[in-house]
């Protein structure tokens, strides 16, 4: 028997615990096996507790509501929701381009459900996952013939290690790019098998570049797209028209890494232009690859365009099988695509697009409408005030262009300077729905661009822990 005056002794048992009204509803939610490790783990912390302080031991029902919370705290997911107020629109680590509606019902409808991923309806017979979408592709593209993997990295992966193995690749050193989480061209080309034959300098480049670097061993002139940086003043680079007539009298392919690669001109829609695949393809370019998730709007994805033997030579490496997309991807790009074909109803379907067009006034007006609740929220606690400020495109897009937008501006009142900034950071963060802004001269900065779900965002103000 345990002392009396032992205050652990006076722990329920496991067994008592469990018997607790609650714990029938947590079972039903949880199961068994999961109520029961909760129980146990929550009493020998309680024991650890009592043993190094001298406390006197929690009723039955505190430790039921310290169950549940445990339960309900190992069971939340851990990839939520986030408010990307950043002002970054297409942000990598918050997930890039948001699904229209229509390629979040498509996801959903081939979730559930067997489909016809790999199967030719009007011919009963095994089809090529491709089908879904290089139809619709070729149509917006021009192009021959088109595969999806993926996503960039691997699309230039695998063009380099299905036409470049063991050759030589000319790449100019002004392209020679790295994208935020470790891709990097001369890493991604060596992993590939083809060796890096850089031409030119940073600033400057000139087809006699090209001209010189050429030898039998070369397999492909490659031009890479600035994506997230821009290189001004005194500088040269050889038109793609150049570059792929070089190619050619040599009896090699041209291709072009584009990044974002937009299908639409941005500029109808009051947005700074960026090469489109089409426009790549029409000078010459062979092959051209692009991201699904950045301007494009879609899902995770690498999309390969151009020439049909060289596209079916991807297609037959093994690694493509590799790098396949699944059915959800395909679903999302499908749709996504479909979309193209109603132009003028994209800026109202297409997230990306919707986001990226809103006026500055019009979230201006958004900003004014939050304010005076954000400020009754806040009250005690932060200064809240509507300013002006710029939105970025993001994911390498666009990289030295800024869109006019607002935000609201919240700055800790009284002292405590970094750490009070910190705190109510934090407290955003730990809303339901976490809330991400960008801290900057002292303040916690929401850019509203992103924000359409303003009930949401509004509604959980009051939740605020500060
Ligand atoms: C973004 C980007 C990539 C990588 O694309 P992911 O879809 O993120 O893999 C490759 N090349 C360029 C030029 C890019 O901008």
Redesign the pocket.
């Known amino acids: 028997m345990p002392h009396p005056d032992n205050p652990y002794a006076r722990l329920p048992s496991v067994d008592s615990l469990l018997a607790h009204p609650d714990m029938a509803g947590l079972k039903e939610r949880y199961g068994h096996t999961a109520v029961v490790a909760a129980v146990r783990a929550e009493l020998a912390e309680r024991r650890e507790a009592l043993k190094a302080q001298a406390d006197s031991a929690p009723d039955t029902e505190r430790l039921a509501a310290d169950c549940r919370r445990r339960l309900e705290a190992e069971f939340a997911p851990s990839l939520r929701p986030v408010f990307n107020l950043t002002g970054t629109v297409l942000h ?1 680590n918050l997930g890039r381009a948001l699904l229209a509606e229509s390629a979040a019902e498509a996801v959903l409808a081939v979730l559930t459900r067997p489909s016809s991923l790999e199967y030719d309806l009007a011919g009963a017979r095994r089809g090529d996952r491709d089908d879904h979408i290089d139809g619709l592709i070729r149509q917006l593209t021009g192009a021959e013939a088109a595969t999806v993997v993926n ?4 699309a ?1 992966f695998l063009l380099l290690n299905t036409l470049a193995m063991r050759k030589e690749v000319i790449v100019s050193r002004g392209e020679l ?1 790295e ?1 935020g ?1 470790a ?1 990097r061209i001369p890493d991604i080309m060596s992993r590939a098998g083809a060796k890096l034959r850089e031409v030119g300098t940073t600033n400057r480049t000139h087809l006699k570049d090209y001209v010189e670097a050429l030898n039998p061993r070369t397999a492909l002139i490659m031009k ?2 600035r ?2 940086y821009a290189i001004e003043g005194f500088t040269a680079t050889v038109p793609e028209e150049q570059l792929a007539e070089l190619a050619h009298k040599n009896g090699l392919p041209f291709v072009e ?4 690669g937009t299908l639409i001109d941005l500029s109808v829609h009051g947005l700074p232009k960026e090469p489109t695949p089409q426009q790549a393809l029409a000078k010459g370019t062979d092959l051209v690859c692009f ?4 301007l494009l709007g879609g899902p ?1 994805a ?1 999309i390969l365009v151009g020439r049909k033997d060289l596209i079916g030579k991807i297609k037959r490496n093994p690694l493509k099988r590799v790098l396949r997309v699944d059915k959800m991807t395909l679903a999302a790009l499908e749709a996504t695509l479909r979309l193209y074909r109603s132009p003028e109803l994209l800026s109202r379907r297409l997230p990306t697009l919707r986001l990226l067009t809103r006026t500055e006034a019009e979230i201006r007006t958004l900003a004014q409408r939050i304010l005076p609740k954000a400020q009754a929220a806040l009250n005690a606690h932060a200064e809240v005030t509507v300013e002006s400020c710029r939105s970025q495109i993001g ?2 897009s666009l990289p030295a262009d800024r869109l006019p937008s607002a935000c609201l501006v919240l700055k800790p009142k009284g002292r405590g300077g970094g750490r009070a900034l910190d705190h109510l950071a934090q407290a955003f963060r730990e809303l339901p729905i976490p809330v991400i802004g960008r801290l900057e001269d002292g303040a916690l900065r929401f850019d509203l661009r992103c924000l359409e779900d303003e009930a949401g965002f509004i509604d959980q103000l009051g939740l605020l822990r500060l």
């Open positions: 990598t996503n960039n990295a691997a230039v790019i994208i989480g891709f890479v797209h994506s997230n890494d584009l990044g974002s991201s699904g998730d950045k995770q690498g994911s390498g």
